[in-house]
Nanobody, 117 residues
Framework: VQLQASGGGLVQAGGSLRLSCAAS????????MGWHRQAPGKQRELVGS???????GLVDSVKGRFTISRDNAKNTMWLQMNSLKPEDTAVYYC????????????WGQGTLVTVSS
């Protein structure tokens, strides 16, 4: 499975960005897709995830501002980020997990999001 993340960039606080993650390869094995981020000097953290069945979840720090969506037919997942804050600055990674896997099995290359104050 290959994952290609895109859509990062520089935006002012309060602005919006939409990240995309396109999956290819043995995608039938994928159950959960998720967005993670790693800010400078910090550990990577999960932002949110989407299951093949349609359920989604987001961490509290982005609830009400970010939305995850997924189109299984297009093998694509999106992260709509609104009301961005400087603390959202990070490299955002998409990842995928196989059914029954305890951790994410596949990772994309990351896309940088920079939010200026």
């Amino acid at each position: 499975v290959q994952l290609q993340a895109s859509g990062g960039g520089l935006v002012q606080a309060g602005g919006s960005l939409r990240l995309s993650c396109a999956a290819s390869g043995s995608i039938s094995s994928i159950n959960v897709m998720g967005w993670h981020r790693q800010a400078p000097g910090k550990q990577r953290e999960l932002v949110g995830s989407s299951s093949s069945g349609g359920s989604t979840g987001l961490v509290d720090s982005v609830k009400g501002r970010f939305t995850i969506s997924r189109d299984n037919a297009k093998n694509t997942m999106w992260l709509q980020m609104n009301s961005l804050k400087p603390e959202d600055t990070a490299v955002y990674y998409c990842a995928a997990r196989k059914l029954g896997s305890p951790s994410y099995d596949y990772w994309g290359q990351g896309t940088l999001v920079t939010v200026s104050s």
